[in-house]
């Protein structure tokens, strides 16, 4: 499965952006799907996962208040709505895909997307 991200760019803090992931193949709606973002110098870390009957989970209720990730079955797509973005969400946001149940783990993925990238900047 080919996984395209996008959707990122420039934004100012307290500002909003969706990202999309959009999968090549039908067999995408029966994966879970995680987006993870990393930041120049840091680790690859986890922001949320959808399984593939919709239920979700994210890594805080800090993220978990401000983005909100969900998928068009219809349009072979995940998204992940951000709002009240901190210059600290800057970061290279990946999509990944896997059989099974959602994951913090990102080394349990299968399928990554390129990446998107997001700056938040006054």
């Known amino acids: 499965v080919q996984l395209q991200a996008s959707g990122g760019g420039l934004v100012q803090p307290g500002g909003s952006l969706r990202l999309s992931c959009a999968a090549s193949?039908?067999?995408?709606?029966?994966?879970?799907v995680g987006w993870f973002r990393q930041a120049p110098g840091k680790e690859r870390e986890f922001v949320a996962a959808i399984n593939w009957g919709g239920g979700t989970i994210y890594s805080t209720n800090s993220l978990k208040a401000r983005f909100t990730i969900s998928r068009d079955n219809a349009k072979i797509a995940v998204y992940l709505e951000m709002n009240n973005l901190k210059v600290d969400d800057s970061a290279t946001y990946y999509c990944a895909a896997k059989t099974g149940a959602a994951s913090a783990k990102g080394d349990t993925y299968d399928y990554w997307g390129q990446g998107t990238l997001v700056t938040v900047s006054s």
């Open positions: 193949e039908r067999t995408f709606n029966t994966y879970a």
